[in-house]
């Protein structure tokens, strides 16, 4: 079993920025890849950002791609999402997801199997 917390969401202005933090239990953290997914109103869960077990490997979903970067600290079981430049369009719920199955990173929600319970981000123009 995994369980994951997430924290840093908020209201921020169009090109500010916020860091999100996953903090992980349970299982051996350094071991499985982690992702964030976000899900805006009435629209489907969307893939954000992924990183393996080592944190040597990421990918990005193309809309983030150079305003959001994803790491780890595996000392600390925990994993962060630093978003940049935020724009109205990223304002979603966002979760951190647990690939205990896979080391690699990967963006198919189907490959998560723990996911955290979400935080809102507001993003106003």
């Known amino acids: 079993q995994v369980q994951l917390v997430e924290s840093g969401g908020g209201l921020v202005q169009a090109g500010g920025s916020l860091r999100l933090s996953c903090a992980a239990s349970g299982r051996t953290f350094s071991s499985y890849a982690m992702g964030w997914f976000r899900q805006a109103p009435g629209k489907e869960r969307e893939f954000v950002a992924a990183i393996s077990w080592s944190g040597g490997s990421t990918y990005y979903a193309d809309s983030v791609k150079g305003r959001f970067t994803i790491s780890r600290d595996n000392a600390k079981n925990t994993v962060y999402l630093q978003m940049n430049s935020l724009k109205p369009e990223d304002m979603a719920v966002y979760y951190c997801?647990?690939?205990?199955?896979?080391?690699?990173?990967?963006?198919?929600?189907?490959?998560?199997?723990?996911w955290g319970q979400g935080t809102q981000v507001t993003v106003s123009s």
């Open positions: 997801a647990a690939s205990t199955g896979l080391s690699i990173a990967t963006q198919y929600p189907s490959r998560y199997d723990y």
